[in-house]
């Protein structure tokens, strides 16, 4: 069972905007950062937001992150039909290790 | 191309042993902490295990720890992960991840996974 907790959908169509939450406590977001992945369908995860609001090379800047307390959210502006597929929030828990979110699946109407 | 290829994944008995490897190519594989993550069918993800670059620190979630061990042979470019006493809850996709240089937890390469699969 994950400690961070993410809704288990969120959906808008082409153009709008989306955003996903996450929420930990303070031994995992509370005291280190957030990192957030990707996952097409039949697909390996893929890195999109490290350190809270870092975009690596490549991402696109339609996707953004943000961390306050012991929650964080990833922002998807613009949504593509591309961009369907399950998101995940990270962090490293000081009791548990890597934890990863409960993740969402976007839907793109 | 930097990529992370995964192989020793199969059918194996409640109890039984499997060893998984992790190949890489195309970067300096000894600068890198590297990682095990899980995907039960239809589940999410789950962190498994941690090494770091020369293999002096490990890390295990609980559901694992005395059970799996991970290593690394530098020299091959090869991550390991020994899984013993397997269980039907350790039904899973299992990924490799590497950690971005310099990071400790930050996964910016994954490997295409090897299904692994425990069962009577």
């Known amino acids: 069972q994950s400690v961070l907790t993410q809704p288990p959908s969120a959906s808008g169509t082409p153009g709008q905007s989306v955003t996903i939450s996450c929420s930990g406590s303070?031994?995992?977001?509370?005291?280190?950062?957030v990192n957030w992945y990707q996952q097409l369908p039949g697909t390996a995860p893929k890195l999109l937001i490290y350190t809270n609001s870092q975009r690596p090379s490549g991402v696109p800047d339609r996707f953004s992150g943000s961390k306050s307390g012991t929650s964080a959210s990833l922002a998807i502006s613009g949504l593509q039909s591309e961009d369907e597929a399950d998101y995940y929030c990270?962090?490293?828990?000081?009791?548990?290790?890597?934890?990863f979110g409960t993740g969402t699946k976007v839907t793109v109407l | 191309e930097v990529q992370l290829v995964e192989s020793g994944g199969g059918l194996v008995q409640p109890g039984g042993s499997l060893r998984l490897s992790c190949a890489a190519s195309e970067f300096t594989f000894s600068s890198h902490w590297m990682h095990w993550v899980r995907q039960a069918p239809g589940k999410g993800l789950v962190w498994v295990s941690r090494?770091?670059?020369?293999?002096?620190?490990?890390n295990y979630a609980d559901s694992v720890k005395g059970r799996f061990t991970i290593s690394r042979d530098n020299a091959k470019n090869t991550l390991y992960l020994q899984m013993n006493s397997l269980r039907a809850d350790d039904t899973a996709v299992y990924y490799c991840a590497r950690a971005l240089v310099g990071k400790r937890n930050i996964f910016d390469i994954w490997g295409q996974g090897t299904m692994v699969t425990v069962s009577s």
């Open positions: 303070s031994s995992n977001i509370g005291s280190n950062n």
């Open positions: 990270a962090a490293w828990d000081d009791n548990l290790g890597n934890v």
């Open positions: 090494i770091n670059s020369d293999a002096g620190t490990t």
